[in-house]
């Protein structure tokens, strides 16, 4: 059974930083493409950054630069650092991996708020 479990979410005024933390289980990171995603009040949710199995990383346009994603396959887990965070970062961050192109699990997600 996947299951994936955020944290690290909170309240950070704007230019502060925040990382957030996936622990995966049911699955290894270091051989599955990991996703952190996010959607904010009345908004689709998007794709904010991704991993490879190989470490490659790809962001969203709108986090480039100041957001980082990475892995620690010993401990099974992906993090998200967000530094120079803006109040248009506000949402719900949620962790996401796609096995065998049909199936999506998804984590509970962690809120994130910037505001000042």
């Known amino acids: 059974q996947v299951q994936l479990q955020e944290s690290g979410g909170g309240l950070v005024q704007p230019g502060g930083s925040l990382r957030l933390s996936c622990v995966a289980s049911g699955i290894a990171v270091r051989l599955n493409h990991m996703d952190w995603y996010r959607q904010a009040p009345g908004k689709q949710r998007e794709l904010v950054a991704d991993?490879?199995?190989?470490?490659?990383?790809d962001y969203a346009e709108s986090v480039k630069g100041r957001f980082t994603i990475s892995k620690d396959n010993a401990k099974n887990t992906v993090y998200l650092q967000m530094n120079n965070l803006k109040p248009e970062d506000t949402a719900v961050y949620y962790c996401?991996?796609?096995?065998?192109?049909?199936?999506?699990?998804w984590g509970q997600g962690t809120q994130v708020t910037v505001a000042s």
């Open positions: 991993i490879t199995q190989g470490g490659d990383t």
């Open positions: 996401h991996v796609n096995r065998y192109g049909s199936e999506d699990y």
